[in-house]
């Protein structure tokens, strides 16, 4: 199986700043043939289901504020929210949909500072 | 609109088993293939296996193979998840979710997820 490690746990940051979320996959989800990766970024607020945030590591699903971004190829990712809002507080997931089983992340934690 | 709307919360004993469903709408059921996530209570998301409604091709984690059985019925549009004998460690939120398919057969990242079912099994 890919492990997807994400880091930090957990974060505080002040409204309107930065807050960066790293994601490390055990092997890489490049596919060379569509010349994409295969990682995806998930936000759950409490007591919903996820939302799925950015695809192909980069691509934000429509809807989705451009305050966040994807970024990364190969084995290392990024997303990152630009200025922090109160309604961005959640848990973060990465998920690869490389090869089967399609594994996510441990989660990160983000609240304000 | 593409919906996903899963059965209500159980409340089980060891042993005893079990079958959760997921209810497509708003697109090709045969089309997309279907997941199931789950998540332990305050723990983060596990991705279970998936199905192709299209042919009914599964594909298990290999922490969940031979605990669960995924199962879908193309005429009622509708996926299932199912247990033989439950465990307290069953004990959890599951989630079915739509893969993206962007050419036949493809599963991509989950782009609509249901609203979650709570599955309760204690003694």
């Known amino acids: 199986d890919i492990v997807m490690t994400q880091s930090p746990d957990s974060l505080a940051v002040s409204l309107g700043e930065r807050a960066t979320i790293n994601c490390k996959s055990s092997q890489s989800v490049f596919y060379s043939s569509d010349n994409e990766n295969y990682l995806a970024w998930y936000q759950q607020k409490p007591g919903q289901p996820p939302k799925l945030l950015i695809y192909w590591a980069s691509t934000r699903e429509s809807g989705v504020p451009d305050r966040f971004s994807g970024s990364g190829s190969g084995t290392d990712f990024t997303l990152t929210i630009s200025s922090l809002q109160a309604e961005d507080v959640a848990i973060y997931y990465c998920?690869?949909?490389?090869?089967?089983?399609?594994?996510f992340g441990q989660g990160t934690k983000l609240e304000i500072k | 609109e593409v919906q996903l709307v899963q059965s209500g919360a159980e409340v089980k004993k060891p042993g005893e088993s079990l079958k959760i469903s997921c209810k497509a709408s708003g697109y090709s059921f045969t089309s997309s293939w279907i997941a199931w996530v789950r998540q332990k209570p305050g723990k983060g998301l596990e991705w279970m296996g998936i199905i192709y409604p299209h042919d009914s091709d599964t594909r298990y984690s290999p922490s969940f193979q031979g605990q669960v059985t995924i199962s879908a019925d193309e005429s009622i549009s509708t996926a299932y998840l199912q247990w033989s004998s439950l465990k307290a460690s069953d004990t959890a939120m599951y989630y079915c979710a739509r893969h993206v398919g962007r050419y036949s057969g493809s599963s991509h990242e989950l782009d609509y997820w249901g609203q979650g079912t709570l599955v309760t099994v204690s003694s």
């Open positions: 998920q690869q949909y490389y090869i089967t089983p399609y594994t």
